[in-house]
C-alpha cells in the first residue's frame, strides 16, 4: 500500500497540474501520460501527445493497421499509445497482452506493454514486464524511470529513487528522469531536494510545461503559493493558475500531512497501517 500522504499527493497532483507527471503523468516514446510522470517508453515512432481529436483519429488509423495485421509490432504499440491517449487503457493492455505473447523477446513491445499494465495499477505484473523490456549489459534509460514511477505508486520511494539515479547516470540532466526524481522526493516529503531537482530539470532546454507544472506543485506544498502561481502562470491561463493555487491551499488546510510542509520536510512518510 501507499502511505496516506502519498496518496494526498497524487490526488493534488492529478487536479493541479493534469498534464503534468503524476496523474500519475506512465504514451509513446515521449515525455507525457499516466505512470510514468514525465518519462515513458515504447516503440521510437510512437506519435507524440496530441489533442482528443487527435487521438481519436490516430486509434483509428493505427487500429486499421493493426486489425489488418495483429502480429504488427508497431502497429499495436502506436495502436495502444493512441488508445491510452483517448483513456482506453484497458483495451490498450488487451492489444499489448497480444503482441507481448507473439513477440515475447520484442524489448519495445514488452516496454510499452509494462506501461500500459502500470497505467491499470497491476503494478507487480508491470514491473515483471519491465524487467524483460531490457537487460542489466543495455539498460534502457526510459525503461529505468518508467520502474521508477511505477515503484512511486507502490509506495516505494527510496527504490524508485535508485532507478532513476541509474537513468540519469546514462543521460544526465535529462529532465524527464529529473522530474521523476523530484516529484518521488515530494511524495518522501523532502520538499527542499523535490525542488532543487525540478528546478534543475527546467533549466534544461528540452523540458517542458510538464516539468514546471510539477515544479510549481513542489513549490506550493512548501505554502509560497504566489510564487507557485507565478510558476504556473508560465503555461497556463492566468485564471487557471490562481485556481489551481486556490485548491492546494485548501488541500493543505485540509491535510494534517502537509499543513506544514517545509517543517516535516526532511520527516519519513507516514505510512498507513500495514503498508
Not at 61 to 67: N, P, S, T
Not at 141 to 152: C, M
Amino acid at each position: 500500500m501507499t502511505c496516506s500522504v502519498c496518496s494526498n499527493l497524487f490526488a493534488i497532483a492529478r487536479r493541479l497540474a493534469p498534464v503534468a507527471a503524476l496523474a500519475v503523468a506512465v504514451a509513446g516514446c515521449q515525455t507525457t501520460q499516466p505512470i510514468e510522470a514525465t518519462g515513458s517508453i515504447g516503440a521510437a515512432s510512437v506519435a507524440a501527445p496530441q489533442a482528443n481529436g487527435d487521438w481519436r483519429r490516430a486509434a483509428e488509423a493505427w487500429g486499421d493497421r493493426y486489425r489488418a495485421d495483429p502480429h504488427n509490432a508497431e502497429a499495436a504499440i502506436n495502436y495502444a499509445a493512441a488508445l491510452r491517449g483517448n483513456g482506453q487503457r484497458s483495451q490498450a493492455v488487451a492489444v499489448l497482452e497480444q503482441t507481448a505473447i507473439a513477440h515475447p523477446k520484442n524489448m519495445a513491445v514488452l516496454g510499452a506493454y509494462g506501461r500500459a499494465l502500470a497505467d491499470v495499477g497491476d503494478y507487480k505484473q508491470a514491473l515483471d514486464v519491465l524487467n524483460r523490456a531490457h537487460t542489466p549489459d543495455q539498460p534502457d534509460w526510459r525503461v529505468l524511470s518508467v520502474q521508477g514511477a511505477v515503484l512511486d505508486q507502490m509506495g516505494k520511494h527510496d527504490e524508485a529513487q535508485r532507478y532513476y539515479a541509474t537513468a540519469l547516470r546514462i543521460v544526465p540532466d535529462e529532465p524527464s528522469v529529473l522530474s521523476n526524481l523530484g516529484l518521488s522526493y515530494a511524495l518522501s516529503k523532502d520538499l527542499v531536494r523535490a525542488e532543487s531537482t525540478l528546478r534543475r530539470a527546467s533549466t534544461q532546454g528540452s523540458s517542458d510545461a510538464r516539468v514546471r507544472q510539477n515544479l510549481a506543485l513542489v513549490v506550493g506544498l512548501q505554502g509560497r503559493f504566489g510564487e507557485a502561481e507565478g510558476i504556473a502562470r508560465a503555461d497556463l491561463p492566468s485564471d487557471e493558475a490562481a485556481a489551481n493555487v486556490a485548491y492546494l491551499r485548501q488541500m493543505l488546510a485540509q491535510q494534517n500531512g502537509w499543513k506544514n510542509p517545509t517543517a516535516q520536510a526532511a520527516k519519513p512518510p507516514v505510512r498507513a497501517q500495514g503498508s
